[in-house]
Nanobody, 123 residues
Framework: QVQLVESGGGLVQAGGSLRLSCAVS????????MGWFRQAPGKNREFVAA????????YYADSVKGRFTISRDNAKNTVYLQMNSLKPEDTAVYCC????????????????WGQGTQVTVSS
């Protein structure tokens, strides 16, 4: 079974940057479309960003457009989320997701989930 492990979360001041990484186990990383979701305290999980299996297409939630960038390095079996100009409202547990079919721009397309990494943005 595919396993996803996130890293790179932490505490950062507003306006700062973090880069999240998601390492994917197995030999078929390049065949999966990947995404990032987040869940803030008291809120439902929401879509953040996604990238197609070939990396040619990317998708972003309106709330992060222009600030976050998703990318992938298939040689390292890793997907990244570069987060710039962070805001307190970005505080959440960020989860990596893999989809064997459609690019995961919503929960229903996700086949595998990572355990999540905490991102806290202070004012």
């Amino acid at each position: 079974q595919v396993q996803l492990v996130e890293s790179g979360g932490g505490l950062v001041q507003a306006g700062g940057s973090l880069r999240l990484s998601c390492a994917v186990s197995g030999r078929t990383f390049s065949t999966y479309a990947m995404g990032w979701f987040r869940q803030a305290p008291g809120k439902n999980r929401e879509f953040v960003a996604a990238i197609s299996w070939g990396g040619a297409s990317t998708y972003y939630a309106d709330s992060v457009k222009g600030r976050f960038t998703i990318s992938r390095d298939n040689a390292k079996n890793t997907v990244y989320l570069q987060m710039n100009s962070l805001k307190p409202e970005d505080t959440a547990v960020y989860c990596c997701a893999a989809a064997s079919g459609r690019t995961p721009t919503g929960d229903r397309y996700v086949d595998y989930w990572g355990q999540g990494t905490q991102v806290t943005v202070s004012s």
